[in-house]
């Protein structure tokens, strides 16, 4: 598939990137809900098939949501350098990083609930860490998707990495509706306004 370059003024498009790692082995695991997510969008609004571009190292699809133009993203770089792939596809794409929203996995946050976050520190996370060095700004939204915290007794790295149970990923495919309408709203009412509605508990 080939993308064009646009103008040399900034676009008006939104990035919507998912982070996540790249492998099928990882594919239900709770790292992996951002990639989950922007599938779901992709889905939702009829966009065509995510498409590897070495360009950005990283799945692309292009569309339309209502008349706004969205560029959907799985960086293909792992994780902990997800900056990397974003910043090709903002480059390429002539994004604004306040057009960026990137939608990622939170222990802190009770399973199947999210937090809108306009912009601020990672918090921990090394997605989001690379993202904010290679975009050298911290401005761009967040989808704080919450996975929930291990037991004690079990250690992150592995729980980060271990798969949704079934019952897990029916709650997520339930999820599709509520996560059309965040984006919805982040695009045409604005974070402020995705916050009130959505940062709250299940």
Not at 104 to 118: E, L, T, V, Y
Not at 150 to 160: H, K, L, R, S
Request: charged share 25%; glycine share 8%; aromatic share 10%.
């Amino acid at each position: 598939m080939c993308f064009r370059f646009f103008s040399e003024d900034p676009s008006e498009d939104f990035l919507i990137t998912g982070l996540g790692n790249p492998e099928n082995r990882y594919f239900t695991t709770r790292h992996n809900i951002g990639f989950m997510f922007v599938e779901s969008i992709a889905s939702t609004f009829d966009f065509g098939d995510f498409t590897f571009s070495a360009k950005i190292n990283g799945l692309i699809t292009k569309g339309k949501i209502k008349d706004q133009g969205i560029i959907l993203l799985k960086p293909s770089t792992y994780m902990n350098n997800s900056g990397l792939a974003v910043r090709k596809t903002k480059e390429l794409f002539r994004i604004k990083p306040e057009n960026i929203i990137v939608a990622h996995d939170d222990m802190d946050i009770a399973f199947g609930s999210q937090r809108i976050r306009k912009n601020g520190s990672s918090a921990g996370h090394n997605g989001i860490k690379s993202i904010i060095t290679e975009l050298e700004t911290p401005e761009f939204t967040r989808i704080r998707l919450g996975i929930g915290k291990p037991e004690p007794e079990n250690n992150t790295a592995d729980y980060v990495l271990s798969e949704f149970s079934e019952e897990e990923l029916k709650i997520i495919a339930e999820s599709r509706e509520k996560w059309a309408k965040i984006i919805e709203t982040l695009l045409f009412e604005g974070a402020e306004a995705a916050m009130n509605a959505f940062n709250r508990k299940n």
